[in-house]
């Protein structure tokens, strides 16, 4: 087997320094008759070029060819090919956590820049590196402001992305947390009136996310002053990262939890992708994850280490902030490498992309009789529309004409049956988006 | 050396700055095609929202800059691509390029996961074929994708079990872990809503069955078993743990970290385990990556089937395949979309390759560790003898006596050209040498490996301090833990780091 690297001659010759007979004696502590008699029923061996040949395979059952119209907290974004480049070096692909600093100052020095990134994207002071997604660091920023606050009831907005909502609740259900949800408003906004009034002393959290699974983008001040007053924490999703190349950060959360993806990350059907918990330096000592921090040798140069450790599983077992051990460090080497390829103008130009083509988007789908746009707060690259047919049904035409449509709406929230979410980014050229529309359009003329 | 002499060492050992410091406005290492639709006014679009001046701090560097700066912070690192990485528990081994290069493939990395099933079957087709291996392998009824790593499956698995006794009228309160589990067992078990009963492993380091049966009161919902255990060690009584534990109507849960130790030879499913995780970028050869991604799927048998979070892979009329979002009794969503795809891909990469020849994989694991044992059992405290499967581990006993620990020989291994050892557990072991060589080594790189820990053993004897400085030969020294705990510098600052450096 040509990953394997010793011949038949060397395997005798060590059985041999070892004293044993043959491989068999070396498992003899597995009692007999559990061992297995029979080889595995394993599909194999195959060579390169067969493994490759069959992936290429599954991989022409897939979508090739359609142009796609979903976000919905996964995103075609452009990709550098240096990207890959770096991360698939084997020093930074084949190491492990940096636990032994001398010999892994690579990607320690790659994860203090990550944390200096991700803090100034989101304005604020201390961000760790990494969760498993955006997904679970919201999750673990919740149970983050119950150990802060003491508090166990936990306001969640409804219009905070539907898979993220489920993953809480399933965190939530043996920590002793109380979720419940909060209304949206009419222009797509967290319902402030609905919020205020479920406000009281014993919550620990309201979680919105921005721009919201809507599209729509909320105006933190407000909800921070509210919560605030309650002593509660303010708690931001970010789904779409590229949107803080336009938007002003969410400096007014107490904990801001980002899904990384749309920094360079392929949406490869869900994953993997890199979450991220950044907050006040503080907070720091009820941070999940791992942390990054300069200090100096013993010759006084700079240098980096894991620290804060004590928060960490393998030192406070049952005591620890979390039990992440492995996480999601190269995708997190990913958004660095990716992030410092835009750099400060690339990234503004990029989300400038977006909302121009997004805005041109909903312009085209305006003109199509019967459609119209469903909620008016101001949006990045997503928004909904309401369309005077069912979106499923709308979908199943546009998949004939190669177009994988938006994400329906009525699937998670069903009261939206006729809601669609669009995304544009800057990967959807201006003809495919004037395809889409036409097809739309033919789409609603179609006898019923 | 003076400050205007900056180039004065090799490459590898300069000190390349942060991408921050090498920043300056107006370049940039990424262009974007034109426009082609009207420029929206951020102003208008976005009103009070609208961040006018940009990300603040972000770098400004052009391409070349980029490729130099990550290339040189690379060499910084050692990885498994430069040699043995015998780190216990971690099972660093190859990481095969073609699994790379699969799962970049247009048609997998571009998939979107809200694409309709139509439209993925392939990605669909790759996670049945997945299960199906890793049914046959553990010799399981069922199991979920879904975990994005051990301790994530380990919570899967609690939540499992919680739930299974829950439907029969009482979740039960305690769950029991040996003294010499990973940090992420206890760590898991609390967030399942469990309280944590520490075990004591007896002489041998095995599970004490006696005292076990004492423990497994009608409270007990689990025991979290390592097979083998962190020392290594098979657990030789499994099934008659298993049997004190079903007697009481408490479940077994498997630790399958260290699978890399019984594939292809026998399956837990087989041995009275209910449910299990694996890590996919331990046995599977999924690549760390300096910490992840990974991916921990959860095997579990027929009772626990029912609770599976969502979604859950089904197959429908002519073979099509199908996610399916609701089940009323799943635990829920762990983690959202259909796990970390792209590590399956590579897993299910690694599988197809070897086939049923997997097996050899782990006699090579097996016997790499029992030579290393053979070639350093006397030059290093043995304090568990029962035979190893993957991975041994020593302490630091004999060396300690010259002033010496693991963490100092782990230090000066460095020097040698290797990565250290595992030290900080199993804690049942203080001061543990914990060595994993993996089946990726060749008999030259164990003798190698060999060779450097008998030196490193007669330096300690005869020169303590050579070990107890060491590392000498890296580009930074031992650095200061301490104080970068008690002023936490978590992010670079335009000003304050410039201070910072000087003080
Ligand atoms: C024995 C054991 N259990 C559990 C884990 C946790 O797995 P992961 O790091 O994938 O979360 C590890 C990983 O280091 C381990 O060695």
Redo the contacts with the bound molecule.
């Keep these: 087997m040509r990953y394997l690297p010793k011949s038949p001659a060397e395997r005798q010759d060590m059985l041999a320094a070892i004293g044993a007979k043959s491989i068999d004696d070396l498992f003899s502590s597995i009692p007999e008759r559990y061992r297995l008699q029979e080889a595995l029923k394993l599909p194999g061996p195959l060579s390169e070029t067969e493994v490759i040949d069959f992936f290429k395979a599954r991989a022409a059952e897939n979508s090739g060819g359609y142009t796609s119209f979903l976000g919905a907290g996964v995103y075609h974004h452009l990709r550098s090919v240096v990207t890959d480049a770096i991360i698939q070096r084997g020093e930074f692909l084949t190491s492990y956590t940096p636990y032994q600093a001398e010999i892994t100052q690579g990607t320690l020095q790659a994860i203090f820049e990550f944390q200096t990134l991700m803090c100034q994207l989101t304005g604020q002071e201390v961000a760790n590196a990494s969760m498993y997604d955006g997904s679970t660091a919201t999750t673990e920023a919740v149970l983050m402001a119950e150990r802060l606050t003491g508090r166990t009831r936990i306001l969640v907005a409804r219009s905070l992305h539907p898979e993220y909502r489920d993953v809480l609740k399933t965190y939530a259900k043996n920590s002793g947390l109380h979720v419940e949800e909060i209304a949206y408003s009419a222009n797509g906004t967290l319902d402030q009136k609905a919020f205020e009034s479920a406000l009281k002393d014993d919550v620990a959290a309201v979680v919105v996310q921005s721009p919201n699974f809507f599209g729509v983008i909320e105006s933190l001040a407000p909800l921070r002053d509210a919560a605030h007053s309650s002593g509660a924490l303010l708690v931001t999703a970010i789904t779409e990262g590229v949107s803080l190349g336009l938007l002003t950060p969410p400096a007014e959360a107490d904990i801001v939890a980002m899904e990384a993806q749309s920094f360079g990350l392929a949406p490869s059907y869900g994953g993997p992708f890199a979450g991220v918990i950044a907050s006040r330096d503080k907070f720091v000592r009820q941070m999940p994850g791992r942390l990054a921090g300069q200090t100096t040798d013993s010759e006084g140069r700079r240098g980096f280490v894991l620290t804060l450790a004590t928060r960490e599983q393998h030192i406070r077992r049952e005591k620890a902030t979390s039990?992440?051990?492995?996480n999601q460090a190269l995708c997190a080497l990913a958004a660095t490498v990716h992030l410092t390829l835009l750099g400060k103008e690339g990234l503004g130009e990029v989300a400038r992309q977006n909302l121009s083509k997004a805005k041109f988007a909903l312009a085209e789908l305006e003109n199509i009789p019967g459609v119209r746009r469903a909620f008016d707060a101001p949006f990045f690259n997503e928004f909904t529309v309401e369309l005077p047919r069912s979106v499923k049904i709308v979908n199943a035409y546009l998949q004939r004409e190669k177009i994988i449509g938006p994400f329906v709406l009525g699937t998670a929230y069903p009261e939206l049956t006729k809601h669609a979410l669009v995304c544009v980014t800057e990967t959807t050229p201006r003809a495919e988006i004037e395809r889409f529309a036409a097809a739309v359009r033919r789409a609603l003329e179609q006898p019923v | 050396m003076t400050d205007k002499i900056k180039k004065a060492t090799r490459h590898t050992n300069q000190n390349e700055g942060l991408i921050f410091e090498k920043s300056s406005p107006g370049k940039r290492a990424f262009e974007l095609p034109p426009l082609d639709v009207p420029a929206a006014d951020p102003a208008k679009a976005l009103g009070a929202s609208y961040r006018q001046k940009g990300v603040e701090g972000f770098p400004e560097v052009s391409e070349i800059e980029v490729i130099r700066h990550f290339t040189r912070l690379s060499t910084w690192n050692y990885a498994i691509d430069l040699g043995m990485y015998p780190l216990g528990?971690?099972t660093m081994k190859y990481n095969p390029r073609v699994n790379e290069f699969v799962a970049r493939l247009d048609g997998l990395a571009t998939e979107h996961p809200y694409q309709s099933q139509e439209l993925s079957q392939g990605c669909l087709k790759i996670l049945q074929l997945l299960e199906k291996c890793l049914l046959e392998i553990t010799g399981m009824d069922a199991v979920t994708l879904q975990p994005a790593?051990?301790?994530?499956?380990?919570l899967t698995g609690l939540l499992l079990i919680r739930a299974y006794h829950e439907r029969n009228g009482n979740p039960r309160k305690k769950v029991l872990i040996p003294d010499s589990?990973?940090g992420?067992?206890p760590a898991t078990a609390v967030i399942a809503g469990y309280e944590v009963e520490n075990i004591k492993s007896e002489s041998h380091g095995q599970i004490d069955v006696d005292k076990l049966r004492d423990l497994v009161t009608p409270d007990v919902a689990a025991l979290m078993i390592?097979n083998p255990s962190?020392l290594g060690i098979f657990e030789e009584r499994i099934p008659e743990i298993a049997e004190i534990l079903h007697a009481q109507g408490a479940l077994l849960y498997m630790?399958g970290?260290?699978m890399n130790a019984l594939t292809g030879i026998t399956r837990p499913g087989d041995l009275g385990v209910d449910v299990m995780h694996l890590?996919l970028?331990?046995t599977f050869s999924t690549p760390h990556g300096g910490g992840g991604p990974?991916a921990?799927p959860v095997a579990m048998k027929k009772i626990l089937e029912p609770f599976r979070p969502v979604p859950i892979l089904v197959e429908k009329e002519a073979g099509r395949l199908a996610l399916e979002q609701i089940r009323p009794h799943s635990i829920g969503r762990v983690k959202a979309f259909s796990g970390n795809f792209g590590v399956l891909v590579r897993a299910l990469a690694y599988i197809l390759a070897y086939g049923p020849g997997v097996r050899q994989a782990t006699e090579d694991a097996v016997l790499n560790a029992n030579y290393i044992r053979k070639h350093l059992e006397g030059i290093f405290d043995l304090p568990y003898s029962l035979p190893s499967m993957h991975e041994v581990v020593f302490s630091d006993a004999l060396q300690k006596k010259n002033g010496v620990n693991t963490m100092d020989i782990a230090k000066r291994l460095i020097d040698y050209g290797f990565h250290p050892y595992t030290t900080a557990f199993p804690l049942i072991v203080p001061g543990a040498l914990m060595i994993e060589p993996t089946e990726s080594e060749s008999r030259e790189e164990c003798d190698l490996f060999i060779d450097a820990m008998r030196s490193i053993a007669e330096e300690a004897a005869t020169n303590p301090e050579l070990v107890r400085t060491a590392p000498h030969t890296t580009r930074v020294r031992r650095l200061d833990e301490v104080g970068a705990a008690r002023k936490p510098i978590l992010r670079w600052k335009p000003q304050a780091s410039r201070t910072e450096a000087a003080d």
């Design positions: 039990n992440i051990c492995t | 528990s971690c790593a051990g301790a994530q499956g380990e589990a990973h992420t067992n390592t962190t630790d970290a260290n890590n970028h331990k990974g921990g």
